[in-house]
DNA sequence: TATGAATGAGAGTTCATTCAT
DNA sequence: GATGAATGAACTCTCATTCAT
């Protein structure tokens, strides 16, 4: 995780309060205009003071984007890690519990990591710190892929790696596409279509399904 | 598709060179730098002509990556129409075939594609532009389901559109990933995997598998 | 007057109607738009012609309008040097003669003459042509002037020319004004007011009025 | 009258002290070589700032003409509506007096008058401002005209809004002709004639002359 | 003669950043 | 800490003019 520090760290009351309105209004205006858009007298503005004063927190705007991406990666990661906590049988509940969370997360930034993603097209910094926040679920399917492996609970032939990277993938690129209700579904069917798609996708055994199997394919 | 006409289009000969040598360095030079760190100065300079000579035959920036943006459209249409002559059941050599000719196709693209997405984010017509490209696989995808749901030979629970929607982005963001031979998987590699998990995702039966079946997985 | 030669005669029938065609698209453009928002490209066009060829026919935007303003100013030189065969006490008669036909020749150009006004205020050859069109008029309004004190006609204490200049303007100015038939007045009302102003500035005598005097006034 | 607000108004004494500056060094460059002649560069450098300052302090080239224009407009507002406190029959003393004031006050504005000029002939704005300057002297002439006729002092056939129309223009050409002391004439001379062409253009009664009557005509 | 492509100086404008107060 | 004026490099775009064909 790269840390983005201040220019100097506040030291009043203040001085906390400038930099948080700071932060919040170049968030909101980063997300709605996306970043090479956003002018620092935008952003100063919104958040109330004056034109120079982003300067006695920020070093620059892209400091400034850099640490709004700490805290959406700090919240990411924390979605990721959490959970885990069911039985080791309960394969499909699992996965289910990771794709609910991640889904959540991904959405709740969706606007914010797509600024990360035209950055990191052409930046490698910003490409790292990109890379960095899926490996986080990505690696936790892969672990969860390679157990269930062992367990003769998925198919063997998957590359556990290149596996977990295009199922996350898919969870991450469903996400921003839904941005809003899009296509009649709500949280609850949006994960119920991914989970079983995933559960599917790694042959994961009829038993471990909730209800036994799969209903209806031949 | 949107139409992206130049400014006028050549009469001789020098015109069309001079104007196939601008897109060519337009395209390097997105593809390198993005949208907007590319100047047009740089364009023209690396297409060898004066930089009043670009504005001859473009009427903007913004219009020569419209025009770029169109070719590579029609490319990746041109990929994910063709085939699907294959006969009627071997459904799983049909899925493997498309997601073969779309993985090389947006591999293809990869780079000039994440710039239309930095765009496709704050700007109305290079989204639609972008849902435009991406739904003619997501199209094909969902035609595909449906006939096997209806054949008995598919999850019939799965809902298409979303279920297209997510496996695409999950062939199309794995391409991009993928960039160069990263984690060790060519290309005959990764399109056995990929269908592989587009396959079991949407619970195609197994005798509809090359081989009657999943290998392994209980 | 200012000669104002073509880049090179025109030797065919072909060349001296493109050349023609020029001078009339190039004379409704700056009347339409001004000197400066009128670009080669639109003359050119607007003349049927290729960008090119202006420049075969013309040395400079400068020397197009040059040529245009050469045509302008014989046509004004010619309506104030005709007429004045009137016998010698019809003053006011001649006085009216004059004003009428300068209205007419001014109104007829007035555009044209008012893109010439705006480049005499900074360029030292415009204005000195602008100056020349004037002064025929001005010339003829202080010849009549001075030999209408010589007969003991009008007003002696009045400085002839810068009475005549004043006059001028006024009549000129007023034509700028007068663009369309504004204010009610048709041209012969416009010529009346503009005669009774004149023959009354300079005070001229009762028995030169038509009638024998001024209604009226006391 | 337009208003032509700055971008932000200066809120120290140093930001007044480079607005005026700006201001001071845009109007002598318009002065010398016209509007369109003066890049921004040469008023910043004539002002002793970067160029990049000027935009701090100006939206636009246009605006800072708009806001040069608006002090002269309120410069002739002033001089056209002080004064007429004379007596009733003091008629000629009171087209001299404001004759007098119309006439340095044009003087005093020539040059920016004339790039006015030179845009009100293409932009409709600018022309609205051009009509507003010249209406102020043009009203109050046709008010003393009316009041005149009505007192039985002045030719009651003359329609006084075009009379007054032709007479402010021919004081205000005068003006522009008139640049320095040329043909000879000071201006205490200069109101002198101009004065005495309006009296007598209007039929002014004899008796509301100075020394009761023009000399020498019939 | 006519064409149309090429030129490049120069325009107006933006904006991240610096700094004296 | 906060302010707001100043900076200047960089940008997109225009257009009168040149010239090979």
Redesign the interface.
């Known amino acids: 995780m790269t840390s983005a520090g201040p220019a100097s760290p506040p030291a009043t009351a203040r001085g906390r309060r400038t930099r948080s309105a700071l932060l919040a209004a170049g968030r909101e205006l980063f997300e709605e205009?996306?970043f090479?858009?956003v002018g620092i007298d935008a952003v100063a503005q919104r958040a109330g003071v004056s034109h120079g004063t982003f300067y006695t927190w920020f070093d620059s705007k892209e400091m400034l984007l850099r640490e709004i991406i700490s805290e959406v990666a700090a919240d990411i990661f924390s979605a990721t890690s959490i959970g885990s906590r069911l039985p080791a049988d309960a394969a499909y509940a699992r996965i289910e519990a990771a794709n609910r969370s991640f889904l959540r997360a991904v959405t709740r930034h969706s606007?914010i990591l797509?600024?990360l993603?035209?950055?990191a097209?052409?930046r490698e910094d910003f490409l790292r710190l990109r890379l960095e926040i899926r490996e986080s679920f990505v690696q936790r399917g892969m672990e969860g892929l390679i157990r269930l492996q062992e367990l003769?609970?998925?198919?063997?032939?998957?590359?556990p790696?290149?596996?977990a990277?295009?199922?996350g993938?898919?969870?991450?690129?469903?996400a921003h596409?839904w941005q809003d209700p899009v296509?009649g579904?709500d949280e609850a069917?949006?994960v119920d279509?991914?989970t079983?798609?995933?559960a599917?996708?790694?042959?994961?055994?009829?038993?471990?399904w909730p209800g036994g199997g799969?209903?209806?394919?031949?």
């Open positions: 205009c996306g090479s858009a606007r797509r600024v993603d035209s950055l097209d052409t003769g609970l998925a198919d063997p032939q998957l590359p790696r290149a596996t990277s295009a199922l993938a898919m969870v991450e690129s469903f596409l296509e579904l069917a949006a279509v991914l079983r798609l995933w599917g996708a790694i042959g994961l055994a009829p038993r471990a799969r209903a209806g394919a031949g």
